[in-house]
Each structure stands twice: as C-alpha cells, then as structure tokens.
Nanobody, 115 residues
C-alpha cells in the first residue's frame, strides 16, 4: 500500500520560515515525480512546486525565489523549504507523487501565516 505522510506544518508569523517533509512508502519512490500542492479556503488546489527524478524543478510564480523543493531518494522523502512566508501562503499543503497513470496524495498539513 502506497502512503505519503506529510509533516512540518504549523503557525508562523509573516516573514518566517517552515520546512515541510513528505515521506513515501510502499512503492519505488525514485521513478515518481514529487510535488507539493496547496488549497486555501474557498480556492482550488494549486501546484506549488514539483521535482522529477531527472530534470528541472517547477515552481508557481507566486512562490519563486521563496520556496525550494528538494528530494532525498534514499529516504523516499521530498521537502519544501518555505521562506519569507506571507499571509496568502496560508493553506493546507498536500504532497503528491505521480508517474504515468499512477498518482498518490498525502493527507495534508496546515500552514498558517499570521501575526
């Protein structure tokens, strides 16, 4: 059974930083593209960043220069380093992995940016 477990969310003041982690299990992690999505109240889920096993990373324009996605295949884990956080970054952040027709989601972790 494939599982993705996120951690690292929380409450942070504007300008602060958080690091999200997503640990995968139950499948060959290496072949999958890994990504982070987010969904704010009343809004559609959107792609924040993605990292393939080979190739370039992708970022939403709203997070470029502030967020960094990385992966450690030995640990089957993907990370999202979030710096210079803004109130509009407040959302539930979801980890996703996909390859061909296969895709899996984590349960989500809440990130709240507020003073």
């Amino acid at each position: 059974q494939v599982q993705l477990v996120e951690s690292g969310g929380g409450l942070v003041p504007p300008g602060g930083s958080l690091r999200l982690s997503c640990a995968g299990s139950g499948t060959a992690f290496t072949i999958y593209t890994m990504g982070w999505y987010r969904q704010a109240p009343g809004k559609q889920r959107e792609l924040v960043a993605a990292i393939p096993n080979v190739g370039s990373t992708v970022y939403a324009d709203s997070v470029k220069g502030r967020f960094t996605i990385s992966r450690d295949n030995r640990k089957s884990t993907v990370y999202l380093q979030m710096n210079s956080l803004k109130p509009e970054d407040t959302a539930v952040y979801y980890c996703k992995m996909w390859w061909g027709s296969r895709n899996y989601w984590g349960q989500g972790t809440q990130v709240t940016v507020s003073s």
